[in-house]
């Protein structure tokens, strides 16, 4: 088994939760799980289709194969092999084996899944629920239309002006999307800059999108700034030159560098009256700024 995605789920009730090993150079690198919707009208071959399409819009690399535990939907599958192609740039081979080795992962990532589910189900449906409790507090808080289910978070980080580098994360479904991280090595700011540096970021991030790159094409709900007033407006300001439309908030600290509050509108929000979006926050806040200085 070459470089390739193995997709299995269990299912109960109206959930499932997808287990994914990722096989590169023919051996295990990793694996992710996903607890997600699973109505009852929906039947298995739904689930993966809508699965696959949702997984793989959304992340950067895409493999030479997907082993699946069940067939997409005959008239979806075309689609999706398209949409794949196109991503990678080559052929894409989509499978459901019936017998070795391949069988033998996917009963595998099949028997993770059921594990998993049984054991952490509760937790994760817990933490699900926080964290969209979390979503839904900044909904209302920012007063737009819809939850912001993908949310960019961007930091700078420099010692005296010294190889600044920016920063970006991303958390999809209130959870970080590690594989659509990007880093960036700062190009056209000399010293300690963070207004430029930022602006410098935002623009390189949002012109290869505009440009088709699809590491970057997929536009967040949400943008949060590590920094004040004068990082939102910096950065409100490239993307409103370059016709981007996205609502920006920034993330304060106080004087011992701990989440304080979200600038919205240049009004600062309290988050100490919102403890459930006040944990969410911190944890973008402090993963970022993690990010930033890893790579610095």
Partial sequence: IGDSDVIAFSRAMDEALVQVFF?????????????????????????????????????????????????????????????LENMRGSKVIITVPQKGEKHKMVQLAAQNAAITFERIGERIKKEQRETIGALEEIKNALGIERIPYRIESYDISNISGVDSVGAMVVFENGKPDRKSYRKFKIRTVDGPDDYSSMQEVIYRRFK????????????????FIDGGRGHVNAVREVLSAMGEHIVTVGMVKDDRHRT?????????????????????????????????????
């Fill in 23 to 83: 096989i590169r150079g023919g051996k295990l690198s990793g694996r992710e799980h996903f607890l997600i919707n699973a109505p009852d009208y929906i039947d298995r071959s739904g689930i993966m289709t809508e699965f696959v399409k949702q997984f793989y819009s959304g992340t950067a690399y895409i493999p030479k194969e997907l082993i699946l535990e069940e067939p997409l939907l005959e008239e979806e599958e075309p689609v999706i092999e398209e949409l």
């Fill in 208 to 223: 290869r999108a505009q440009e088709g790159d699809p590491g970057f094409e997929r536009r967040p709900d949400l943008l």
């Fill in 260 to 296: 304080r509050g979200l600038i919205i509108d240049g009004e600062e929000l309290d988050l100490k009256k919102y403890p459930v979006l006040y944990r969410y926050v911190t944890s973008i806040q402090d993963e970022v700024h993690r990010f930033a200085i890893d790579y610095h």
